[in-house]
């Protein structure tokens, strides 16, 4: 079966009593057993029955089962949310006295949690240039314990070639990491581009429209210790599992992601190309143009669709907030892959609180708007942001 059908139709792991065609809510916390050696059986992990729903829960599970189902992935664990799941994916990967391969073109949070709370735990964050292999290349030694990268980065818009960081990842015995959010995984093969994990921030395309938080890691199964420490070390200590009532709300985001991301590309792609020729705006960036510098690479990687993130130029930062404070239907709002378009200025919101230095050191413009396409006639949408930046920019550019 194709993945649209596939992420509809998959069994549950157990037969419901009412024969529900969607999966129920269990919101319960516990559960009861026939006896003790059926206890001890499920709380030592010797079956599959759940014991306690903050480390397994049937509506979670069945979630998870959707997307290993979608994936090919060998085991799938679902997270509070997409920082959760990086959270558990490097504390799983990383151990003090090693280091981490990865890159300054990083959402913000990442960034700190490399550079800073992993940096407190003797983990070493060592940021390269990661569209150049043979920097990555200097950069790994015996003390790596993984490479880690954003599919696209947010909001920088880079992509770099997965299967040549794979490569070299291979060459080393360690495993290859990535946040792949900003392309839902329906859309590629993450084992055949040369992934060992991905981490996925549900809240943004699986969710359905921003219902719900939520985070998975995608685990291939290539590094078995690994996999043993996400599964017996980060679910259980860290306690960072997804809700019911998210998992839920995501496995019915499921059933609709391939319908929603197309629609969005579509409308993203031609939102794109306009703004290019709009008065005042000095760049656009957007993997889905054919002159877009990363265009080649993202479509041998993920496809034609290039997804629903743009982000363009304006002449200097007040013009940007001028931009932002003129929006009338287009949303004034962080987030992603909402069914709703949705503007922010990241330099002073997500990056506001990083220091200038770090900004430039980031590449975070003071210049730049990033915009999440969402599911209204693009010819609306892209009406309101015309009028945005003829009122931000009086249609002169600033250069």
């Given at each position: 079966?194709?993945?649209?059908t596939?992420?509809?139709?998959?069994?549950?792991?157990?037969?419901?009593?009412?024969?529900?065609?969607?999966?129920?809510?269990?919101?319960?916390?516990?559960?009861?057993?026939?006896?003790?050696?059926v206890?001890?059986?499920?709380f030592?992990?010797?079956?599959?029955?759940?014991?306690?729903?903050?480390?397994?829960?049937?509506t979670?599970?069945?979630?998870?089962?959707?997307v290993?189902?979608?994936?090919?992935a060998?085991?799938?664990?679902?997270?509070?949310?997409?920082?959760?799941?990086?959270?558990?994916?490097?504390?799983?990967?990383?151990?003090?006295?090693?280091?981490?391969?990865?890159?300054?073109?990083?959402?913000?949070n990442?960034y700190?949690?490399?550079?800073g709370?992993?940096?407190?735990?003797?983990?070493?964050?060592?940021?390269?240039d990661?569209?150049?292999?043979?920097e990555?290349?200097?950069?790994?030694d015996?003390?790596?314990?993984?490479i880690?990268?954003?599919s696209?980065?947010?909001?920088?818009?880079?992509?770099?070639d997965?299967?040549a960081?794979?490569?070299?990842?291979?060459?080393?015995g360690?495993?290859?990491?990535?946040?792949?959010?900003?392309?839902?995984?329906?859309?590629?093969d993450?084992?055949?581009?040369?992934?060992?994990?991905?981490?996925?921030?549900?809240t943004k395309?699986?969710?359905?429209?921003?219902t719900?938080?939520?985070?998975v890691?995608?685990?291939?199964?290539?590094?078995?210790?690994?996999?043993?420490?996400?599964?017996?070390?980060?679910?259980?200590?860290?306690?960072?599992?997804?809700?019911?009532?998210?998992?839920?709300?995501?496995?019915?985001?499921?059933?609709t992601?391939?319908?929603?991301?197309?629609?969005?590309?579509?409308?993203?792609?031609?939102?794109?190309?306009?703004?290019?020729?709009v008065?005042?705006?000095?760049?656009v960036?957007?993997?889905?143009?054919?002159?877009?510098?990363?265009?080649?690479?993202?479509?041998?990687?993920?496809?034609?669709?290039g997804?629903?993130?743009?982000?363009?130029?304006?002449p200097?930062?007040?013009?940007?907030?001028?931009?932002?404070?003129?929006?009338?239907?287009?949303?004034?709002?962080?987030?992603l892959?909402?069914?709703r378009?949705?503007?922010?200025?990241?330099?002073?919101?997500?990056?506001?609180p990083?220091?200038?230095?770090?900004?430039?050191?980031?590449?975070?413009?003071?210049k730049t708007?990033?915009l999440?396409?969402?599911l209204?006639?693009?010819?609306?949408?892209?009406s309101?942001?015309s009028?945005?930046i003829?009122?931000?920019?009086?249609?002169?550019?600033?250069?």
């Open positions: 079966m194709k993945k649209e596939r992420a509809i139709h998959t069994s549950y792991q157990r037969r419901d009593a009412y024969d529900a065609l969607q999966m129920p809510v269990y919101h319960t916390l516990a559960y009861e057993f026939d006896n003790a050696d206890m001890a059986d499920s030592c992990g010797r079956s599959d029955a759940p014991d306690y729903s903050r480390v397994l829960n049937p979670v599970t069945y979630f998870e089962r959707r290993a189902n979608l994936t090919g060998k085991e799938v664990s679902a997270f509070s949310s997409g920082m959760a799941a990086i959270s558990a994916m490097l504390f799983s990967a990383s151990s003090a006295g090693k280091n981490i391969v990865s890159s300054r073109h990083l959402f913000g990442t700190l949690l490399l550079t709370t992993l940096k407190r735990f003797g983990v070493e964050a060592r940021l390269c990661l569209t150049n292999p043979e990555v290349k200097r950069c790994v015996k003390d790596t314990c993984c880690f990268l954003e696209v980065t947010n909001p920088q818009m880079e992509v770099a997965v299967r960081i794979s490569r070299i990842a291979k060459s080393q360690i495993p290859l990491i990535a946040d792949t959010t900003i392309v839902p995984f329906t859309q590629f993450g084992r055949e581009i040369g992934l060992d994990f991905q981490v996925v921030s549900t395309y699986v969710s359905g429209g921003a719900s938080l939520g985070g890691i995608i685990d291939y199964g290539n590094f078995p210790a690994i996999s043993t420490l996400i599964k017996k070390d980060a679910v259980f200590n860290l306690g960072a599992y997804m809700t019911p009532h998210a998992a839920y709300m995501q496995t019915l985001g499921l059933e992601l391939k319908v929603r991301y197309d629609r969005q590309s579509q409308s993203a792609l031609a939102i794109a190309r306009k703004l290019k020729d008065p005042g705006v000095e760049a960036s957007y993997p889905g143009l054919e002159d877009n510098k990363w265009n080649a690479v993202f479509r041998n990687l993920y496809g034609e669709a997804g629903a993130m743009i982000t363009f130029d304006l200097d930062a007040e013009s940007c907030k001028r931009f932002i404070n003129a929006l009338e239907m287009v949303h004034r709002a962080t987030n892959f909402d069914n378009s949705l503007a922010i200025h990241p330099a002073s919101t997500i990056f506001g990083l220091s200038p230095e770090t900004r430039e050191e980031m590449d975070i413009s003071d708007i990033r999440s396409i969402g209204e006639a693009p010819e609306d949408i892209f309101d942001l009028q945005a003829e009122k931000a920019t009086g249609g002169v550019s600033g250069e």
